[in-house]
């Protein structure tokens, strides 16, 4: 069993930063990958960011403005988001493997 905590959502203005925090408990590996998912109002979730060993991907509409990172040690999984956008606005799910987290909201204001 797998217990996913986001954490770090919150409202900032377009241009800005904020780092996304996620802490899991239980046994989890590298091998498998965890991520950043987004669900904005209307729309389907979609893939943020994701990592598993030293391998990233990414989603089209992040790629050189979001960061993910593991430190696999403390069982923590980070997105550091850059030059965000109102588009960015959504809830932003932690995942592993079929775990979930129960998601933090970001806002951009334009």
């Known amino acids: 069993q797998v217990t996913l905590v986001e954490s770090g959502g919150g409202l900032v203005q377009a241009g800005g930063s904020l780092r996304l925090s996620c802490a899991a408990s239980?046994?989890?590996?590298?091998?498998?990958?965890m991520g950043w998912y987004r669900q904005a109002p209307g729309k389907e979730r979609e893939l943020v960011a994701s990592?598993?060993?030293?391998?990233?991907d990414y989603g089209d509409s992040v790629k050189g403005r979001f960061t993910i990172s593991r430190d696999n040690a403390a069982n923590m999984v980070y997105l550091q988001m850059n030059s965000l956008k109102p588009e960015d606005t959504a809830v932003y799910y932690c995942?592993?493997?079929?775990?979930w987290g129960q998601g933090t909201q970001v806002t951009v204001s334009s």
């Open positions: 995942n592993y493997l079929w775990y």
């Open positions: 239980g046994s989890t590996s590298s091998e498998h990958a």
């Open positions: 990592v598993r060993s030293r391998s990233t």
